[in-house]
């Protein structure tokens, strides 16, 4: 379970991919980078949205272990209070 809340954590705090444009640059690139700008932003939705599908479904598999622990924690405290 440490595994999967470091994983987590590692891809919420990992600082993303910055490319600064500087507005002269974009200017007079424009006609030359265009088409590399849309596919580049095109990769990094499309991994953005791979990673955004892998966090949800680790978060709901630990919120199914939650489940099952408080569950578990509940029933040992009522055998706890019996004895």
């Known amino acids: 379970m440490h595994c ?5 954590i ?12 500087i507005h002269g640059n974009y200017i007079r690139d424009v006609g030359i980078d265009h088409v590399e700008n849309i596919e580049w932003l095109e990769k990094r939705f499309n ?3 791979e ?6 479904s680790r978060l709901e ?10 569950s578990h924690l ?5 055998l706890k209070a019996k004895s």
């Not at 999967?4 to 987590?8: A, G, T, V």
């Not at 509940?74 to 009522?78: F, H, R």
Request: proline letters at 5%; charged letters at 25%; a positive charge.
């Open 4 to 8: 999967r809340q470091l994983s987590i």
């Open 10 to 21: 590692l891809l919420l705090t990992r600082v993303p991919e910055v490319n600064p444009v």
């Open 47 to 49: 991994y953005l949205k």
């Open 51 to 56: 990673e955004m599908i892998m966090v949800e």
């Open 61 to 70: 598999r630990m919120r199914q272990e939650y489940t099952l622990l408080k």
């Open 74 to 78: 509940q029933s040992l405290e009522q």
